[in-house]
């Protein structure tokens, strides 16, 4: 049966048929419909999986044998098959027949997945054979005109309300290309909250805000005690894709700094004096200034704690790192440790 993307979720919790043919020229989409049709299969209780990347000299009598042989757990497993721009050639088809006319018998399920097909390949018996026993999902190409609205859309399904006008403005940003209209939404969503409604206006600024900040801007603000532009800047840093052992460096070293600093006023040393010994260039005696007065002593060392378990996190110790950072970040501006 052929059915479009849109269809593919509603189709699969009738039924989860046991070959499906993902057809088309759009790499997101493909990838996305691979991930439904994957986490149903999962869901199914089929954990094994394997894959086959079609080549000039790929052996298609392989795909028989992948089916005959055993899974490794005894049970039923996913066998992907990955055609790309090949095409079946007479061998893959007769192939792909004899599966489609085994499947009632194997515990196997078929997820192929090509480019668009041409009008010979959608006459042949193989294709046939695949549209009476499984699924044919067509996915076109999401033209300028549908974009705006495919936009709309997909900020719906995770809670974000875009204006006509902002739609169209992030439409024309990517220029059509889906995978980086996608990148931009899961850019909105660390800084807007689900239900916000943005405007134009409010989206230029988003898009602007996530890729003109350093991580010295970021450091600043903590030292400035904004803990609002602080949050802000973080976010956009990880939108833009900084990785977390830089953010955590310019984080630490002006803890370390602001550590010392207030160790040493505690002795009654002046202010002045222990920036020139720390090497604190004048244009940012006030924000270590802010800073020192507003953290204690005991709360540098607490953030430097923090940091260290930020530290062990990015090492793999299990703690959710994002997390961790983000209340590094908003107890540093805030003075609360």
């Known amino acids: 049966m052929k059915i479009t993307l849109n269809k593919l979720a509603t189709s699969l919790k009738k039924q989860l048929p046991k070959i499906i043919w993902l057809m088309g020229d759009e790499p997101l989409q493909m990838q996305e419909a691979a991930d439904i049709i994957r986490l149903t299969v999962k869901k199914q209780g089929v954990a094994e999986r394997e894959v086959f990347d079609i080549g000039t000299n790929f052996v298609w009598r392989s795909l028989l044998d992948a089916s005959a042989s055993m899974s490794l757990f005894g049970d039923s497993k996913l066998i992907e098959v990955r055609l790309g721009a090949s095409k079946t050639g007479k061998e893959g088809g007769e192939v792909v027949r004899k599966i489609c006319e085994k499947l009632t018998s ?68 990517v220029e059509g290309n889906l995978l980086a209209a996608a990148q931009e939404i899961e850019k909105l969503r ?85 920036c020139q010994q720390l090497r604190i260039w004048d244009a940012r005696k006030p924000l270590y200034f802010k800073a020192s007065h507003r953290l204690s002593l005991h709360q540098a060392q607490q953030l430097l704690q923090l940091a260290n378990r930020c530290d062990q996190a990015i090492k793999g110790s299990g703690e959710p790192l994002n997390d961790l950072l983000l209340q590094l970040v908003t107890q540093f501006s805030a003075g609360v440790a």
Do not use: M
């Not at 067509?138 to 006008?165: D, K």
């Not at 830089?246 to 070293?253: K, M, N, P, S, V």
């Open 106 to 173: 194997s515990p196997d399920i078929f997820l192929f997945s090509s480019n668009k097909l041409d009008a010979a390949q959608t006459k042949s018996a193989w294709y046939k054979s695949v549209d009476q026993a499984g699924l044919i999902v067509q996915i076109w190409p999401v033209n300028a005109n549908q974009l705006p609205q495919w936009i709309n859309q997909r900020c719906q399904s995770i809670g974000l309300i875009l204006e006509p006008a902002a739609a169209a403005l992030l439409a024309e940003k």
């Open 190 to 274: 660390l800084f807007v909250n689900a239900g916000d409604r943005l405007s134009a206006e409010n989206l230029l600024l988003l898009i602007e805000d996530a890729s003109r900040y350093s991580l010295f801007d970021l450091a600043d603000a903590c030292l400035d005690g904004k803990g609002n532009r602080a949050v802000r800047i973080l976010r956009g840093l990880q939108a833009e894709g900084t990785e977390a052992p830089l953010l955590l460096w310019a984080l630490t070293r002006e803890i370390r700094q602001i550590c010392h600093l207030t160790f040493k006023l505690n002795d009654g040393l002046p202010f002045d004096t222990l």
